[in-house]
Structure formats: C-alpha cells, structure tokens
C-alpha cells in the first residue's frame, strides 16, 4: 500500500484526492497539509506527496520532498521557466510526476493530437481553445499550453515563438504556421479544451470535458501508486499510462 500525503487538502481538489485515495485498494491516506502546516512535522507518514496548490506553496513542498527524499506528483501549473528548473534539478534526486493534467482522457488525447499534427498539422490553420470556471488564476491553462507543445513539437516548431494569445491589433493575414490559443473563463466549468485544425474545405475537432475533478484526483493518485517504486527521474502522464 501507497502511503499518499496532500498538500491544499482542504480545498475541492483536496477533498476529492483524498476520496480518490479512500476509493483505492493501492493506497492509504497518510497525512494532509494545508497554508501554515509544517510537512516535517509529518514526513515520516508518507512515502509520496500529491500538490495540486500554488507554485510558491509547491515549490516549498517540493524542498522538503527533496530534503526527506520522498516522491512527489505534482499537478500545479502557472510554474516560471526558472521554477521549472527547479523541478527539474530535484528529479535528480527523488521521483516526480509532472503533468499539467492527471486526467487519462486529457493525456490520451495529447497522443491522439500528436497524431493528428503529424498527419495534418502543417496543411492546417490550428487553434487551441479551452474554458475553465472563474476562480482559475492561469491563462492559458496548463493543459491547452501542454497541448500546444505537443503539436508544435510534432511539427517541428517552437512553441514559444508560434504561439500567439491574442490577436488585437494584429493588421495582418493569419500565418498558418502559429498557433493561436483563446481563453474563457466563467461559472462553475471544470475545463473544457479544443484543438482546431482548419483546413481548405474541411475542419477537424478534437475535444475533451470535464465534468469532475475526480478524473484529476483519480489520475494523480494513479500516478502516485505508479511512482512509489521508481527511481529519482521527471516523468510525465504519458509514463505512467505507458502512452
């Protein structure tokens, strides 16, 4: 049995990892954090450690982890590029998942998009749109960006300079080799993400909703019974579902 800890288990996400655990035969609920807990304190009540927080309050998480040598699955997303080496630095030493999304729908349609970039990404105008509930700090979200990498990976381009996340002012033909993203953000919505691919005379959609978290607390926890035996290394989603 996996001994699973939480950081932010008081929140929704928290809660409903900590249902995720409950439902498992693979795991055991070790121990929950919230702001102002001390995870040293706790440390020997866990083996991995779920963060689906903030990056400042992930990162702290992540140096005890590190320090304790104890495995962690981390879900935050909004992360800087220096942020990121951190993370990758501390994969040197324990084993992390991180993925901006824990979902096995979202992670299986990543591969189905690397396909369809392949195929026909390059004869294509693409656009990235997703939707989450207002309370979502990040835009665009972790995964829509995750997405937009995998395609421009697929095709041979760099994200960083494809990517176009808003078009005012731009006095100009699309350039069919960007990738254009739009965000919306209102209600109660889970997340919803849709990759576009137009092309002359036809349109293909590739589309996932979500309509619980529970497919994020169910994928994480997934990913945390799959890391308690592996050795020090950054894997991703696609690892643990063998994709």
């Known amino acids: 049995m996996t001994r699973i800890a939480i950081n932010g288990s008081k929140g929704k996400m928290g809660q409903a990892l900590i249902e995720a655990i409950n439902s498992s035969s693979q795991s055991d609920f ?15 009540n866990f083996e991995v ?24 699955v981390i879900g935050t ?40 970039a392949k195929v026909i990404g390059s004869d294509s105008s693409i656009e990235i749109i997703e939707a989450h509930h207002r309370y979502k700090v990040d835009s665009p979200s972790g995964t829509a960006l995750k997405m937009g990498e995998v395609i421009a990976n697929a095709l041979g381009r760099d994200l960083a300079e494809c990517a176009i996340y808003g078009r005012e002012g731009i006095e100009e033909p699309r350039d069919q080799n960007t990738i254009g993203f739009s965000s919306i953000r209102g209600g109660d919505v889970v997340g919803e993400h849709t990759v576009a691919f137009f092309m002359d005379g036809e349109r293909v959609e590739i589309t996932h909703k979500a ?21 020090s290394g950054l894997y991703s989603m696609q690892d643990v579902l063998e994709l």
Do not use: H
Not at 89 to 95: F, G, L, N, T, W
């Open 49 to 72: 450690l779920i963060d689906f927080s903030r990056p400042e309050a992930s990162l702290n998480a992540l140096a005890v982890c590190k320090d304790a040598g104890k495995a962690m």
């Open 211 to 231: 309509s619980s978290r529970m497919i994020y607390a169910n994928g994480a926890v997934r990913a945390a019974n799959w890391l308690s035996d592996k050795p």
């Open 30 to 44: 070790g121990a929950g954090f919230d702001k102002g807990d001390n995870l040293i304190d706790s440390i020997s």
């Open 77 to 116: 997303t909004g992360f800087t590029d220096s942020e990121l080496e951190l993370i990758g630095q501390a994969s040197k030493e324990i084993p992390i998942v991180f993925a901006p999304n824990m979902s096995v729908g979202v992670n299986l349609t990543l591969k189905i998009l690397e396909t369809s």
